[in-house]
Structures are given as structure tokens and as C-alpha cells.
């Protein structure tokens, strides 16, 4: 039997999981509100809610998942990439533990453990398999070869889609964190409504900085000519957000799976609990005869569960670390 615990906290939600024989028991998230109020993570503030949360997430995940700290075998932490302050403090209590019980340590690649929650349900997909790794820090198109022979065949040269989504988020005045209001919102509005540009960008990399800058003038534009422009269309506004960044990513997924042949597409990350990413994705499967996976919402946006199911399959390799590992803000696929 293989007890996993793992530990994530990369950014500002501190998480923690229980994987028992490739099964999750418990997946414990500990969110964060205080950044809401400066319209954006703080990673001071991030490090300090870290600490208040993670002996209590861990005790959590624990119980719910009706073991004992001695039943655990190895702990599981994400390792980068992500805020350093952050990192620290899961960093310093994966050790912590593992020294304590004199069990393996497992560092993992966050961006990795997003891709490898579609191993956590049924159906999964086969490997080689595409996924489309969308989040706030990332945008990535990577080609699955086995668990950890991941190869990045695209990404953004600037911003990434999630911080797409926030940053049009603050100039239409909407709280943070924006993406989910944007969704929401998008629901009720005319995608067509308002033309915004599609950047060309060579091979399967993507851009996300000129379209930003055309929707800050397209706002400051029309508030001139009507001061109550924003309210008067803001459902029109993010349809049209929402469609121009969802096409710019899935015309890259469809160039990508063109050219590697590959069938099996799946996308992760946060911006991956996206309805219209979701929607549209589904539907391209359909006329392309893809197999789509699409993770639950739970295992989309930053979770332990992730780390924890890669943690195992790193287990079952033997794959560990020795204590003096540190954590990495940036780290390679």
C-alpha cells in the first residue's frame, strides 16, 4: 500500500491531500480572501496565510481521509514553480514531516502535476496526449508522452490567458479575482458584438499582450463618446473577452494536434474551469473526432490532489529527494 501526502502552495491557497494506491481520499483547500481587497495576490501576505494554514489543511486532509500521520509513506510538495515566499512554507513543512517520520520527500513540477490530474478520475486519457495548460502565471501547449516525459511545443512570448482575463477584468471595474466574473457575465452577452484582434504569432506560441491593449482602448474609446458604456454593455463586452481569448488558444490546440496527429486533447490549469473554454473545446472535439478530457472544476484551479497523484506516480519509480532541496520560483517543464 502507498500512503501519499501532498502539499501544495504555490500561490495564495494552501492544500493538502491524501492518495492512497493511485485513489484520492480527502483534497483539503484553504483559500485566501484577503487579496481581494488590493485586486491581486500579495506574496508577502500569500506566505503569511501559508503558515496560519497548513498545519491545520494537513490535519484536515488527514482525518477526512480516516488515516493516521503514521500511515503516510511520503509526502508530495510542489516544488515550483510559483511565489518563492509561498513555496517556503509548504517547502519547509514537506521536510519538516518527512524528517519527523523518516520517509521519502517528492518534489514536484506544479505545471506537470496540473497536466497529470487527468489521471485522478475516469477516463483517462492515452499517452502521446496534448494538453493545453491554461492558468494565471502560464500558457502552455504540451505534448504527454508518459507521466514525466512531458515535451513544451508552445507557449506565450508575454502574458499569460488567466492574466488576460484579470487584467481585463480591473479595466472594465470588476473585483478580483476577475476571470470567473468575466465567465459569468460572457453567459449573458453577444460575443460579436465587439471585433477584437487575434494576434499572429508564429508556429504554437501565443500573445496575449496586443489583445489586452486593444481592449483598454476599445473602453477608454467608447467611455469617451458614452461615460456609461461599461454598464450599459458589460455582458456584450465579456462575450466578446471571453471568445476572442478562447479562439486564440484552441486555434493553436487544433495547429498543434494537425501536427503531431495526435487525438487525445486535454486542457488544464485555471483557466481550464473556463465554460466557454469548456463549451468550445467539446465541440471542437466533435468535429475533429478528438477524445476531450477536461478535469473537474476541483482539480482545475491550484489543489493538493494534483501533487498528490503525481507524488504516487513518482513513488512507485522510487523517484524521491534528499533534504536539501530548496524551492524554485521558476522552474522548466
Same mark, same amino acid.
Request: aromatic residues 8%.
Given at each position: 500500500?502507498?500512503?501519499?501526502?501532498?502539499?501544495?502552495?504555490?500561490?495564495?491557497?494552501?492544500?493538502?491531500?491524501?492518495?492512497?494506491?493511485?485513489?484520492?481520499?480527502?483534497?483539503?483547500?484553504?483559500?485566501?480572501?484577503?487579496?481581494?481587497?488590493?485586486?491581486?495576490?500579495?506574496?508577502?501576505?500569500?506566505?503569511?496565510?501559508?503558515?496560519?494554514?497548513?498545519?491545520?489543511?494537513?490535519?484536515?486532509?488527514?482525518?477526512?481521509?480516516?488515516?493516521?500521520?503514521?500511515?503516510?509513506?511520503?509526502?508530495?510538495?510542489?516544488?515550483?514553480?510559483?511565489?518563492?515566499?509561498?513555496?517556503?512554507?509548504?517547502?519547509?513543512?514537506?521536510?519538516? =514531516?518527512?524528517?519527523?517520520?523518516?520517509?521519502?520527500?517528492?518534489?514536484?513540477?506544479?505545471?506537470?502535476?496540473?497536466?497529470?490530474?487527468? =489521471?485522478?478520475?475516469?477516463?483517462?486519457?492515452?499517452?502521446? =496526449?496534448?494538453?493545453?495548460?491554461?492558468?494565471?502565471?502560464?500558457?502552455?501547449?504540451?505534448?504527454?508522452?508518459?507521466?514525466?516525459?512531458?515535451?513544451?511545443?508552445?507557449?506565450?512570448?508575454?502574458?499569460?490567458?488567466?492574466?488576460?482575463?484579470?487584467?481585463?477584468?480591473?479595466?472594465?471595474?470588476?473585483?478580483?479575482?476577475?476571470?470567473?466574473?468575466?465567465?459569468?457575465?460572457?453567459?449573458?452577452?453577444?460575443?460579436?458584438?465587439?471585433?477584437?484582434?487575434?494576434?499572429?504569432?508564429?508556429?504554437?506560441?501565443?500573445?496575449?499582450?496586443?489583445?489586452?491593449?486593444?481592449?483598454?482602448?476599445?473602453?477608454?474609446?467608447?467611455?469617451?463618446?458614452?461615460?456609461?458604456?461599461?454598464?450599459?454593455?458589460?455582458?456584450?463586452?465579456?462575450?466578446?473577452?471571453?471568445?476572442?481569448?478562447?479562439?486564440?488558444?484552441?486555434?493553436?490546440?487544433?495547429?498543434?494536434?494537425?501536427?503531431?496527429?495526435?487525438?487525445?486533447?486535454?486542457?488544464?490549469?485555471?483557466?481550464?474551469?473556463?465554460?466557454?473554454?469548456?463549451?468550445?473545446?467539446?465541440?471542437?472535439?466533435?468535429?475533429?473526432?478528438?477524445?476531450?478530457?477536461?478535469?473537474?472544476?476541483?482539480?482545475?484551479?491550484?489543489?493538493?490532489?494534483?501533487?498528490?497523484?503525481?507524488?504516487?506516480?513518482?513513488?512507485?519509480?522510487?523517484?524521491?529527494?534528499?533534504?536539501?532541496?530548496?524551492?524554485?520560483?521558476?522552474?522548466?517543464?
Amino acid at each position: 500500500m502507498a500512503v501519499i501526502l501532498g502539499i501544495e502552495s504555490s500561490c495564495d491557497e494552501t492544500s493538502a491531500s491524501i492518495c492512497v494506491n493511485g485513489e484520492i481520499k480527502s483534497n483539503i483547500i484553504a483559500t485566501q480572501a484577503i487579496h481581494a481587497k488590493y485586486g491581486g495576490v500579495v506574496p508577502e501576505l500569500a506566505s503569511r496565510a501559508h503558515q496560519q494554514n497548513i498545519i491545520p489543511t494537513v490535519d484536515q486532509a488527514i482525518q477526512q481521509a480516516k488515516i493516521t500521520k503514521n500511515d503516510v509513506d511520503a509526502v508530495a510538495f510542489t516544488r515550483g514553480p510559483g511565489l518563492l515566499g509561498s513555496l517556503l512554507v509548504g517547502t519547509s513543512f514537506a521536510k519538516s =514531516f518527512a524528517l519527523a517520520r523518516n520517509i521519502p520527500l517528492i518534489d514536484i513540477n506544479h505545471m506537470q502535476a496540473h497536466i497529470l490530474a487527468h =489521471f485522478i478520475d475516469d477516463p483517462k486519457p492515452q499517452f502521446p =496526449f496534448l494538453c493545453l495548460t491554461v492558468s494565471g502565471g502560464h500558457t502552455q501547449i504540451v505534448l504527454v508522452k508518459d507521466y514525466f516525459d512531458m515535451e513544451l511545443i508552445g507557449q506565450t512570448l508575454d502574458d499569460a490567458a488567466g492574466e488576460a482575463f484579470d487584467k481585463t477584468a480591473k479595466i472594465l471595474n470588476l473585483p478580483y479575482p476577475g476571470g470567473p466574473l468575466i465567465d459569468k457575465y460572457a453567459q449573458l452577452g453577444n460575443p460579436d458584438a465587439f471585433k477584437l484582434p487575434e494576434p499572429q504569432i508564429a508556429d504554437l506560441n501565443f500573445s496575449f499582450s496586443g489583445l489586452k491593449t486593444a481592449i483598454l482602448y476599445l473602453v477608454q474609446g467608447e467611455i469617451k463618446k458614452n461615460p456609461n458604456f461599461l454598464e450599459e454593455n458589460m455582458h456584450d463586452i465579456c462575450a466578446s473577452v471571453q471568445q476572442r481569448i478562447v479562439s486564440i488558444l484552441l486555434n493553436k490546440l487544433k495547429k498543434a494536434a494537425k501536427q503531431t496527429g495526435v487525438k487525445d486533447i486535454a486542457i488544464a490549469g485555471g483557466v481550464s474551469a473556463n465554460s466557454g473554454l469548456r463549451n468550445s473545446l467539446l465541440a471542437m472535439g466533435e468535429k475533429y473526432k478528438w477524445n476531450v478530457f477536461i478535469p473537474k472544476f476541483e482539480y482545475c484551479t491550484d489543489n493538493a490532489a494534483m501533487i498528490a497523484i503525481a507524488g504516487y506516480h513518482k513513488f512507485l519509480k522510487s523517484d524521491f529527494i534528499g533534504q536539501d532541496v530548496t524551492p524554485l520560483a521558476r522552474i522548466p517543464m
